[in-house]
């Protein structure tokens, strides 16, 4: 696999599957950690990414130099730092310039502040959710938790928006039969619980095709 570690088998065929399209422009910002920089050279490697690195150069050079990580082939796009790394990586998207971000070293909430901001943000009409793509014992396909992450309390709206995210990038992984749970705390629909009628509503929005 080019440098990649032994992988489970269900992260394996994902990497096959990306390896067949080109690699994905990418933005890595502020990679200023031993882990982050290997990660975007294995990457690199896998023919999986085009990374451009952004953050404090001569950290970044500095990191690199000392964990003997070889990134000379690597762009750079200096920023002072990490605040700044996140908003001008999240301006390369609007650009044009890259298709996707990596975080680096940087905090979540610094990253996200950048990317939801209502002025040069990337907000769509659309609800932003986080996936985890995780490998199961005894299944041959990933398992997708969502969301976990950024929405404490969404509305009936928002979790169609979140289910929607998780279908859509179920199929960009290349999975074809997307089967959908709802967890809440009891199995049947309560009028006690507001999650369980939500989920009976999401269910029927499934039926109707607006999911």
Known sequence: MNDLPVLHPVFKALIEQAQKNEALKVAVVHPCDATSLESVV???????????LVGPENKIRMIAQN???????????ATAHSHAAAARAVEFVSEGRVEALMKGSLHTDELMGAIVDHQKGLRTEGRISHCFVMATRGHHEPLIVTDAAINIAPTLSEKADIVQNAIDLAHAIG??????ALLSATETVNAAIPSTIEAAALCKMADRGQI
């Open 67 to 77: 964990a003997k990580i070889d990134i000379s082939s690597l762009p750079i796009e």
């Open 175 to 180: 999975l074809a039969d997307i089967r959908v």
């Open 42 to 52: 294995s990457a690199k490697k896998a023919g999986l990414i085009d990374p451009l």
